[in-house]
C-alpha cells in the first residue's frame, strides 16, 4: 500500500514537472511549482511511514507548508505588481506584458 | 524501496537543473529553482539527513525564492542576450570536474566504519560528551563546545556581511528622507 502511494506521488511529481518544464505562460509554472511543492510535502509525510519514524517526519512536512505558503504569497505579489516593494496602488503586471 | 525513491528523485533533481539553465524567462527559472530545492529537500530526507532537509525547507524553499523575487522587481524578466561563447568555461568546468573525480579515486569507500574520519576524534565525541559538556544532543555539544571557536568564527562572517549589506543598502539615507 504504501509503495503504491510513493508510485502514485513520484508519477504526479513528474507530471507536475514536465508542465513546469513545458507550460508555455507563467502561471503554468507557478501552478506546477505550488502541486509540486504540496507532493513534496505529502512524500516527505509517506517517506516518513515509509522508514517508521512518521513524527519527526511530519513536522518537517508541516513546516515545508508554511514556508512554501510564504513563496507562493511572494510569487503572486511579483507577478501581480511587478516588484516586492510596491503597495498595490500601481497594477503593472509584467507577467502579461512579456507575453509577446 | 527509499533507493529507489532517492534515484528517481535525482533524476528529476537533472531535469530541473537543465531545464532552468535552458529557460530564457528569468520567473520561469525562479519557479524551477523553488521546484529544484523542493526536490534537494525530498532527496535529503530520503537519505536520512532530516536537519539538512530543515536548513533546506527555511533557506532553498523560502528566502531564497523572495530574494531572487525581489532581485526580479529590480532587474527585470528577461536575459540579456550572453557576450561570450560557452565553449572555453565548459571545457574549464568538464577538466575541473574530471579532476575532481579523479581525486575522490584515493579516498575511503562511502561508509567505511575504518576510514580515518571516524577514527580520529569521533569515538571520544560520542562517548565521553555527555560527561565532559552535559548536553544530551551530540552534535550541538561538538558545535558549541570542542569547536566554540570556530562557530565563533562564522558568527563573525555572518555579522560582518549583515553590516556589509546594511551599509550598502543605505539605512541612514532613508532615515533622512521620512525626516
Given at each position: 500500500m504504501l509503495t503504491l502511494i510513493l508510485l502514485v506521488l513520484l508519477v504526479s511529481m513528474a507530471?507536475?514537472?514536465?508542465?513546469?518544464?513545458?507550460?508555455?505562460?507563467?502561471?503554468?509554472r507557478i501552478l506546477a511549482a505550488n502541486a509540486f511543492s504540496t507532493k513534496t510535502v505529502l512524500l516527505i509525510t509517506a517517506l516518513g511511514?515509509?522508514?517508521?519514524?512518521?513524527?519527526?517526519?511530519?513536522?518537517?512536512?508541516?513546516?515545508?507548508?508554511?514556508?512554501?505558503?510564504?513563496?507562493t504569497v511572494a510569487v503572486l505579489k511579483v507577478s501581480e505588481f511587478g516588484n516586492l516593494g510596491q503597495s498595490g496602488a500601481v497594477r503593472s503586471t509584467p507577467a502579461e506584458q512579456s507575453h509577446k | 524501496m527509499i533507493e529507489v525513491v532517492t534515484v528517481i528523485l535525482f533524476g528529476m533533481l537533472a531535469v530541473t537543473a537543465i531545464a532552468a539553465i535552458r529557460l530564457h524567462d528569468l520567473f520561469a527559472v525562479?519557479?524551477?529553482?523553488s521546484i529544484y530545492s523542493?526536490?534537494?529537500?525530498?532527496?535529503?530526507v530520503a537519505m536520512d539527513a532530516v536537519d539538512v532537509a530543515f536548513t533546506e525547507a527555511a533557506v532553498g524553499v523560502?528566502?531564497?525564492?523572495?530574494?531572487?523575487?525581489?532581485?526580479?522587481?529590480?532587474?527585470?524578466?528577461?536575459?540579456?542576450?550572453?557576450?561570450?561563447?560557452?565553449?572555453?568555461?565548459?571545457?574549464?568546468?568538464?577538466?575541473?570536474?574530471?579532476?575532481?573525480?579523479?581525486?575522490?579515486?584515493?579516498?575511503?569507500?562511502?561508509?567505511?566504519?575504518?576510514?580515518?574520519?571516524?577514527?580520529h576524534v569521533a569515538p571520544h565525541y560520542l562517548?565521553?560528551?555527555?560527561?565532559?559538556?552535559?548536553?544530551?544532543?551530540?552534535?550541538?555539544?561538538?558545535?558549541?563546545?570542542?569547536?566554540?571557536?570556530?562557530?565563533?568564527?562564522?558568527?563573525?562572517?555572518?555579522?560582518?556581511?549583515?553590516?556589509?549589506?546594511l551599509a550598502l543598502l543605505g539605512i541612514r539615507r532613508r532615515k533622512r528622507d521620512e525626516s
Open positions: 507530471l507536475a514537472l514536465l508542465r513546469a518544464v513545458k507550460g508555455p505562460t507563467v502561471y503554468d511511514f515509509l522508514v517508521g519514524e512518521a513524527e519527526y517526519y511530519i513536522d518537517i512536512a508541516l513546516m515545508y507548508t508554511l514556508v512554501g505558503f510564504i513563496a | 525562479v519557479m524551477m529553482f523542493l526536490l534537494a529537500a525530498a532527496v535529503f523560502g528566502i531564497s525564492t523572495v530574494l531572487m523575487l525581489a532581485t526580479i522587481g529590480l532587474v527585470g524578466r528577461h536575459e540579456k542576450r550572453p557576450t561570450h561563447r560557452p565553449g572555453l568555461p565548459l571545457a574549464v568546468v568538464t577538466l575541473t570536474g574530471m579532476v575532481l573525480v579523479y581525486g575522490t579515486l584515493d579516498m575511503p569507500r562511502f561508509g567505511d566504519p575504518l576510514a580515518p574520519i571516524h577514527q562517548q565521553d560528551s555527555p560527561v565532559e559538556i552535559g548536553i544530551p544532543n551530540v552534535v550541538t555539544g561538538v558545535l558549541a563546545s570542542y569547536r566554540g571557536y570556530d562557530t565563533l568564527g562564522e558568527l563573525t562572517v555572518i555579522f560582518t556581511a549583515g553590516i556589509g549589506v
